[in-house]
Each structure stands twice: as C-alpha cells, then as structure tokens.
T-cell receptor, first 114, second 111 residues
C-alpha cells in the first residue's frame, strides 16, 4: 500500500542534543510537510517542500531545519532541542498545492526532550 | 488569513447516539473543506471533504455539507459506535499552503 512512513515512532533526546526525524513516502507526491502537534492542540505547520523548493513558516524557530534529498524522503532536524519542543511531529504529503488536494499523514514521531 | 472555530470537547455519547460537531470558518478565496480524524497514537487521516458550495462529503456514515452562506461545515453521524472514539479536526484549505486546523474535538463513545 502506498503510504507515509515516519521513523522512529518514539524518540527521547536530551536537552540541546541534536535530533533528526525522518519521513518517507511511496505516493510520489510533490509536496511534503512537517507539523508540530503539542498535547491536545491542533497541528501547526512548520514548513513544507514543493519538490525541492523549501518554504518556511514565519514563526518556525530557527532551531528547526529540514532537508529533502529526493522525492521520497524528508528530514526534520532540531539542532538544539529545548524542553518546549516535546511534541508529536507529523509528516504529511499532498499530490499538489490546490485547494482540493488531500493531505496524507504519517503516524507521527513522538519526541520527548529531557 | 484563514481561521476555523470548532466546537470544544470532549463530547461523550452513548453508542447509537446522534453526533454533531460544529465547525465554522473564515477563508480567503473559495476554500475546500475537510474533516480529518485522529485515532489514539496515530496521525491524521481524511474522513471526508467537500470542494464547492452545497456539496456533501460522506464516509463511514459521517456527513458534512458545505454551507457557503453560513461558512459552516458541521459533521454529523446518525448512530455512533465505540470505534468512532477519536479526535476530529475541521480544516479549510484555500490552496495557498495556509493549512490550518481547528483545535480538535475529542469524541468518546461509551458502550
């Protein structure tokens, strides 16, 4: 089945220790997104790629970076995680950027910063 | 920019009860409207969508109608099941990457 895969599902890291989360997709979609979802809150868009074009949300901290080496893979790098970065991180894809395009989400990586 | 107001939960219902979760939005242009569902420990998945006024999206017994005049997209189900227990997110999308979600409504269905 075509899908969005995230690894690892659970990640524990120490304060200010860099961490990388990964996402892969078999849907061959043009757009990939990273969201942060804190407990009992709505997902908040951090950034997205349309193909290789990177788009950062204005309020995404500089601490958060992303890489998309090819169509299938996208990475979220947190350079110096703080305690407030404890959250679920969701990767999503969409075929294109139209209003009617559905987003397809991975199962998420639950990150805990100690 | 787009915004969405979704009824607060949690909503607790008995099995076979009728469900309504209200959603109203403001959006630029002519948005498509989505309901996503998040089961415990999982990512979001599409429940249903509607792309133009008066369209009705439906899936798994859930329905929602695109009401342009009232800028609403309320989610309904005639008879809920325990397996419907999840968090439901309303999301208008104007196709400008400004994807936003409501705060989510947690539904708990008791046997």
């Amino acid at each position: 089945d075509a899908m969005v895969i995230q690894n690892p599902r659970y990640q524990v890291t120490q304060f200010e220790k860099p961490v990388t989360l990964s996402c892969s997709q078999t849907l061959n979609h043009n757009v990939m997104y990273w969201y942060q979802q804190k407990s009992s809150q709505a997902p908040k868009l951090l950034f997205h790629y349309y193909d290789k074009d990177f788009n950062n949300e204005a309020d995404t901290p500089d601490n958060f970076q992303s890489r998309r080496p090819n169509t299938s893979f996208c990475f979220l790098d947190i350079r110096s995680p703080g305690l407030g970065d404890t959250a679920m991180y969701l990767c999503a894809t969409s075929r294109d950027s139209g209003a009617a395009d559905t987003q397809y989400f991975g199962p998420g990586t639950r990150l805990t910063v100690l | 920019g787009n915004s969405v107001t979704q009824m607060e939960g949690p909503v607790t219902l008995s099995e076979e009860a009728f469900l309504t979760i209200n959603c109203t939005y403001t959006a630029t242009g002519y948005p498509s409207l989505f309901w996503y569902v998040q089961y415990p420990g999982e990512g979001l998945q599409l429940l249903l969508k509607a792309t133009k006024a008066d369209d009705k999206g439906s899936n798994k017994g859930f329905e929602a109608t695109y009401r342009k005049e009232t800028t609403s997209f309320h989610l309904e189900k005639g008879s809920v099941q325990v397996s419907d227990s999840a968090v439901y997110f309303c999301s208008p999308n104007s196709g400008t990457y400004k994807y936003i979600f409501g705060t989510g409504t947690r539904l708990k269905v008791l046997a």
